[in-house]
């Protein structure tokens, strides 16, 4: 079966701006988790969503959200971006929050 | 607080000779244990797991991992490591405590490196 999917792979943006990541989960699984990469910080948690239910949030600014859909793809947005946010954003998904994720491939994105 | 820790940061090791990364947790309940590896550039790709069972869990790869509670420990292994295995190991630990949702922790990650 397809793994998971996230869009676009690579996103150059620069100050100010926003920006929306997608990912599209493996067929069945109903959970996405949201993480921020960064040589610095290593893997932070953004965010999870559940059956289009946001469960958990990690700390971070507002700027920062997230939605999932009914076909449990889900889309992060940053808003009003900085330059600390050039990271690797990655997403997983998973059959129920208590079983294994699975990873996409990453949304790079850099600011300028 | 619940935590993960990775004690090394770095590991070199030499091809073909046995590695095992170092995985301790605080955790207040039975928690659900995993390896993950991560290539450069990539997403992170699930080595092995733990729910409850036999303690000594076989992951793919030729990685197998020990769960030991009394040493709240999770360590991962390898009876010898070739060249394609130098990426980042990350563990995580999850659970669900009282009056609240099951949460991930993640450690810091260790990256191993092969010496030819």
């Known amino acids: 079966k397809a793994g998971v999917t996230q869009t676009p792979r690579y996103l150059i943006k620069t100050r100010g701006q926003q920006v929306t990541l997608s990912c599209s989960p493996i067929?069945?699984?109903?959970?996405v988790s949201w993480y921020q990469q960064t040589p610095g910080q290593g893997l932070q948690f953004l965010f999870e969503?559940?059956?289009?239910?946001?469960?958990n949030k990690g700390n971070f600014p507002g700027r920062f959200s997230g939605r999932q859909f009914s076909n449990s793809r889900s889309e992060m947005n940053v808003s009003t971006l900085e330059l600390g946010d050039s990271a690797l954003y990655l997403c997983a998904g998973a059959r129920d929050p208590a079983y294994e994720q699975y990873f996409g491939p990453g949304t790079r994105l850099t600011v300028t | 607080a619940q935590s993960v820790t990775q004690p090394d940061i770095h590991i070199t090791v030499s091809e073909g000779a046995s590695l095992e990364l170092r995985c301790n947790y605080s955790y207040g309940a039975t928690p659900y244990l995993f390896w993950y590896v991560q290539s450069p550039g990539q997403g992170l790709q699930l080595l092995l797991k733990?729910?409850?069972?036999d303690t000594l869990v076989q992951g793919i790869k030729g990685f197998e991992a020990e769960f030991k509670r009394s040493q709240s420990s999770f360590n991962l292994r390898k009876p010898s490591v070739h060249w394609s295995d130098a990426a980042e190991y990350f563990c995580?630990?999850?659970?669900?405590?009282?009056?609240?949702?099951?949460?991930?922790?993640w450690g810091a990650g260790t990256k191993l490196i092969i010496k030819p």
């Open positions: 995580a630990v999850g659970g669900q405590l009282m009056d609240s949702n099951y949460q991930l922790i």
């Open positions: 733990y729910f409850s069972g």
């Open positions: 067929s069945g699984h109903r959970s």
């Open positions: 969503y559940f059956s289009e239910t946001q469960r």
